[in-house]
């Protein structure tokens, strides 16, 4: 257990040290941030904009007004569900990556091979550096987004809301630790850095764009009346070419679970956490299936090396 600890604290400290990596790093905090005074600025519209209609309808003499919004409090962080979709996955394929392509292109792999360690061992080491460095950056996100939640809109978190919000970033560190895998996974079987690279940005944009836009030309629209601002608005309905599209996008079942979670859709954003999690079975496991993969792919490319 020390050689694969000894490990992961390199892997951290090289992670820490990279200068690229920080970049994206930090951009990903910034706009987590940053999406705790968007959601709150949203929602203050929302609220004006109803007023504004109540007071308009008041001043002509109608008896009839418009229902006032509920807000509910974790959807005004919706935002950060699509920031770890997709600068969340961006760090950690630049992790991923940083793994293994420098140190195979280096000769340091073999080095480290030479000593009295096992191809298990390094693998194992590298993942828990990998998986600290995620755990990290998303535990100071969830702290500085609480803080900042408080501060901005007034209103407090309570427990059922925190419940939420934690399980929701357990999600988005698998959903990170799935991108990371498949860096790895990419980079082991490819001789080629550069090439892995392209390749790992392909893939992700496969999966994180052209998938989803793919699923949603299948959908059918309906238009519904919105009753704040007295305008139609297209909702998408899912259909079974739609639904199977998605199947093959970990982004498109991160943002179902997230939006759940964060309270985005009206009708669920009072069930319990246990209801929310059961109604997202089939996206958790759509979820968990690619990550799985790659890990064991990880395992078995890096094992067959030393045979």
Excluded at 64 to 81: C, G, T
Excluded at 199 to 224: F, R
Aim: charged share 15%; net charge positive; glycine share 4%.
């Amino acid at each position: 257990m020390g050689k694969i600890l000894s490990i992961a604290s390199k892997e951290i400290k090289t992670a820490f040290k990279d200068k690229a990596f920080l970049a994206v790093a930090l951009l990903f905090l910034l706009l987590s941030i940053l999406s705790v005074y968007i959601g709150s600025a949203t929602k203050n519209a929302e609220i004006t904009a109803y007023q504004d209609i109540v007071n308009l309808l008041k001043s002509q003499g109608a008896t009839s007004i418009p229902a006032e919004p509920k807000i509910f409090p974790l959807s005004i962080l919706k935002n950060i569900i699509n920031y770890v979709a997709v600068i969340g996955s961006i760090v950690a394929i630049f992790l991923g990556f940083n793994s293994f392509s420098e140190e195979r292109e280096e000769g340091t792999i073999k080095l480290l091979l030479s000593r009295p360690i096992y191809r298990d061992q390094l693998i194992n080491g590298k993942l828990f550096g990998g998986a600290f460095v995620i755990a990290v950056l998303l535990i100071i996100t969830l702290v500085f987004n609480c803080f900042l939640f408080t501060l901005v809109s007034g209103m407090n978190i309570n427990f059922a809301e925190f419940s939420r919000l934690t399980v929701f970033f357990v999600f988005a560190f698998y959903y990170m630790i799935s991108f990371y895998l498949a860096s790895l996974f990419v980079s082991l079987n490819s001789q080629n850095s550069t090439f892995a690279f392209l390749l790992m940005l392909i893939i992700w944009m496969g999966v994180s764009y052209v998938i989803p836009q793919l699923a949603e030309s299948q959908k059918n629209y309906v238009y519904v009346l919105n009753n704040i601002s007295q305008t139609m608005n297209q909702m998408p309905q899912d259909t079974l070419i739609s639904k199977t599209i998605e199947i093959f996008s970990p982004t498109v079942q991160f943002k179902n679970i997230g939006r759940d979670l964060l309270q985005v859709v009206p009708e669920h954003a009072q069930l319990s956490l246990f209801t929310i999690l059961k109604l997202n079975l089939r996206s958790i496991i759509y979820l968990l299936v690619p990550g799985l993969f790659m890990l064991f792919g990880s395992y078995n490319s890096f094992l067959k090396e030393g045979n």
